[in-house]
């Protein structure tokens, strides 16, 4: 009976490790699709260029040029998140309606946050930040680029020249520096390789350790992190909620008619989608193949390796069902996330970190993922005992 439970459970890893394997090929082989240039990228690498030198001569010819190039960028950086919204096609060339049902889409959204929400709490938060700040990680270059330029010529036409007022070029130096260092935060923090949650358990695992240290060393780390959480808290408030008023001085410094001001502005506008986009393709790219690479190496170290040593040993049922439990947890959390790619029928490809719906709605993965606290099992339970109790008296 022993021997043949034993051989399941070799049976289950063996299989486990399979599947495993094949993850691990997937990832190698889409690392190597992404090493190549998408359809028309050095078409629009070209353009990209193009389209800076001309705003930048157009800026130097006719200063308020500038104010439309930083009202442009700063409702692009406001509402990009629109832009995800448009139907965009999955897969090669084909005809948008074959991939793109936004009911479907909506609702399976919806069943996810309620899912989660209902009876995942702290991992819905964990999956709704790792998914937005992730999203905003390839836009960094974009905007870097944009923002950039936009700082270069506020300092040379505000300080150095002086065609624009000093006040007002202070306001657009600050602004936009704020939103640099909010998006090189997101870039730091990598929250699409779970970074936050990552830097979450660091910092308890220090002020745990701080406090067997002593009182002098719990209070080094504690100060640490509060400057830590200031400063982004400054970052996030100057990145996030500042840019309106912002906004508002620039429209009110920009000297043109009315409809002239926003057929101009809108033009401009399109340019910076051009460019934010391509930049965007390229950014995502590098993400993604650094993400799935990592994601490969370390389900061969975590996973793969592991199960080859122990099945070599020919181990016991008991060390084999700790290894398998211990296997899972691991692969697990790597693939809860997956890479989806949405490109315009074929062209300017992004990808983008998103759950895994399948594991998602799966509570024995979910187990592994993000084991339940024992509050939580408490409160499962409980929900469980009153509705056995309720269904028990509508029975009498």
Request: charge should be positive.
């Amino acid at each position: 009976m022993a021997d043949a439970q034993v051989a399941t459970t070799e049976e289950e890893i063996i299989t486990f490790r399979t599947e495993a394997t094949r993850k691990v090929a997937e990832d190698r082989k889409m690392v190597e699709k992404l090493s190549r240039n998408p359809p028309g990228f050095l078409i629009a690498t070209v353009t990209s260029v193009l389209i800076l030198a001309f705003m930048g001569y157009l800026i130097l010819l006719l200063p308020d040029m500038l104010f439309v190039w930083l009202i442009a960028g700063i409702l692009l950086y406001s509402y990009n998140f629109i832009i995800l919204l448009i139907p965009t096609t999955t897969h090669e060339r084909v005809k948008m309606r074959e991939y793109v049902d936004l009911g479907s889409s909506y609702k399976d959204l919806k069943e996810l946050v309620v899912h989660l929400i209902m009876k995942r709490r702290k991992l819905a938060i964990e999956i709704g930040l790792t998914v937005f700040l992730s999203g905003m990680v390839p836009l960094a270059l974009s905007f870097y680029i944009i923002f950039g330029i936009g700082i270069g010529f506020t300092i040379y036409l505000g300080f150095i020249v002086g065609v624009i007022g000093y006040n007002v070029a202070v306001t657009v130096v600050v602004q936009l520096v704020l939103i640099i260092g909010f998006l090189t935060m997101m870039v730091l923090l990598e929250p699409q390789a779970q970074g936050i949650t990552r830097i979450a358990m660091t910092i308890r695992f220090k002020l745990r350790r701080a406090r067997y240290r002593g009182r002098r060393a719990l209070t080094l780390i504690s100060v640490a992190i509060v400057g830590i959480v200031t400063a982004s808290a400054v970052l996030v408030v100057g990145a996030v909620l500042i840019p309106g008023g912002t906004l508002v001085e620039l429209l009110a410094a920009l000297d043109v008619p009315t409809l002239l001001g926003i057929m101009v502005i809108l033009t401009v506008l399109a340019s910076q989608m051009f460019v934010m986009r391509h930049f965007q393709v390229y950014s995502s790219r590098r993400m993604a193949s650094s993400l799935l690479r990592e994601r490969a190496d370390r389900i061969e170290a975590e996973v793969i390796q592991p199960i080859d040593v122990h099945l070599a040993q020919n181990a016991g049922d008991e060390e084999q069902c700790l290894l398998l439990e211990n296997v899972k947890a691991a692969y697990y959390s790597w693939v809860i996330y997956d890479i989806v790619e949405q490109n315009l029928f074929g062209l300017s490809p992004i990808y983008l970190v998103a759950p895994r719906m399948g594991y998602i709605h799966n509570e024995k993965i979910l187990d592994y993922v993000h084991p339940l606290s024992d509050d939580e099992k408490k409160e499962r339970k409980d929900k469980r005992n009153a509705a056995v109790s309720a269904n028990k008296g509508n029975g009498n």
